[in-house]
């Protein structure tokens, strides 16, 4: 059975160790990183940066403490993402969220260069066939994969799990663009972004949010350019007309999530990954979007395995067990203690993404909590 380290967020006593980065430390002593990590080992260090105004993510507090004990064993880390808008803007974003060589400690750098097409094909599964795998995270022997667990508009949950099959891979290939993707997750066929014009409030969120500048208007027309278009599938989610849509299947987006995260694990030797999965400022949306609402349960704390299921298994327990905050839209959507908060959320059938990940090989959800 796999082993998930767990300590609490609550600090009782006004000592370091009591302290969310301490207990860290601790964790980290506790799961041995020379079992994983040589001397002299390029370690990538995968996280999220994040939107402007998407504030809730990874602390860079956090990031410092896993690059310091990877430095203390003789590793050589860095912290990277793919990008998720153009990669300059995405570098600022990161900046502004804290993230930078000087908080953290290291080299920041984008996993799949400043244009977003620096990936690799990679043998994914029957949904997916190949796709585009980060070559930085391809290349580099080792990583940490650092994850804010939150709902997610589309997956419902997102964790480990997302941060691997999303964050892992480009948003497009160099020759094979989006199908080769993220879009080839997020839809399926030619990806068409279809408009209806009754249910538009022209509000534009589509055309803002957009990282491509793929979608105008004139004359109260939405024209989108499908050639540059990622299939990235933000302007759907922030229209809150129901006006957009691009094809796409739940059960499909959950099982095709387990897939890419195999792929991107497969480029790794076995033992050569850990994840940690930080269960705090659990907002009801993804770290893309350009906000982040108020939490929908209070903090739990921070989990650590080498299983990648296990960690998602039980920090799905865990949110399962949480109370839902007032004043956030888990009080909104009226969800009560003991409801499946995530499911209530957003509606999707986020456990497929385990259950798919668990009969792909990629680990177990029966494990055992070691709290320190
Ligand atoms: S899916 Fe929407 S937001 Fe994403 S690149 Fe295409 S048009 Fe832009
Ligand atoms: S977000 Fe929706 S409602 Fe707003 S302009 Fe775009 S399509 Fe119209």
């Known amino acids: 059975m796999s082993k998930v380290y767990f300590s609490s967020a609550r600090a009782i006593k006004w000592r370091y160790e009591d302290s969310m980065p301490g207990k860290l430390d601790a964790l980290l002593k506790k799961v041995g ?12 260090v995968k996280t999220h940066f994040g939107s402007e105004g998407a504030h809730r993510t990874v602390r860079p507090i956090f990031l410092r403490k896993v690059v310091d004990a990877l430095k203390r064993i003789g590793a050589k880390p860095f912290v990277t993402d793919t990008v998720r808008i153009r990669g300059l803007d995405y570098l600022e974003v990161a900046n502004q969220n804290g993230i930078n060589h000087l908080s953290v400690g290291a080299p920041v750098v984008l996993a799949d260069g400043l244009y977003g097409k620096d990936s ?36 419902g949950y997102a964790g480990a799990l997302k941060n691997l099959a999303m964050g892992g891979v480009s948003s497009a290939h160099r020759s094979c663009g989006w199908k080769c993707g993220r879009g080839a997750m997020h839809t399926i066929g030619e990806g ?7 249910k538009c409030g022209l509000c534009y969120q ?30 759907e989610r922030v229209c809150q007309s129901d006006a957009l849509s691009m094809p796409g299947d739940d059960r499909r987006f959950m099982s095709s999530l387990a897939e890419a995260a195999k792929a991107v694990i497969g480029t790794f030797e076995a033992d ?27 903090d739990i704390g921070i989990l650590i395995s080498q299983d990648l299921v296990a960690v998602e298994q039980a920090s799905i327990d865990m949110l399962l067990k949480a109370v ?9 959507k009226k969800i009560v203690a ?28 029966e494990y055992e909590l070691i709290e320190i």
Request: glycine fraction near 6%; include cysteine; charge should be negative.
């Open 33 to 44: 990183l020379m079992g994983y990590f040589s001397p002299d080992e390029w370690v990538a």
């Open 120 to 155: 690799i094909m990679v043998k994914a599964g029957e949904i997916l066939g190949e796709i585009a795998v980060a070559s930085l995270i391809h290349d580099v022997p080792a990583m940490v994969v650092c994850s804010h667990v939150k709902g997610h508009i589309n997956a």
């Open 192 to 198: 068409e972004l279809r408009w209806d014009a009754d």
């Open 206 to 235: 589509c055309r803002d949010i957009c990282p491509l500048d793929a979608i105008t208007f004139r004359d109260d027309q939405l024209s989108w350019d499908g050639n540059i278009c990622w299939r990235c599938g933000r302007c």
């Open 272 to 298: 050569k990954i850990i994840y940690i999965n930080f269960l705090a400022e659990i907002q009801p949306e993804c770290d893309c979007m350009p906000m982040a609402d108020v939490p929908v349960t209070q």
């Open 324 to 332: 839902p905050l007032p004043s956030s839209l888990a009080e909104e």
């Open 338 to 365: 003991g409801e499946d908060i995530l499911l209530k959320l957003h509606n999707k059938p986020y456990i497929i993404q385990v259950e798919e990940a668990q009969r792909l090989g990629l680990g177990s959800r």
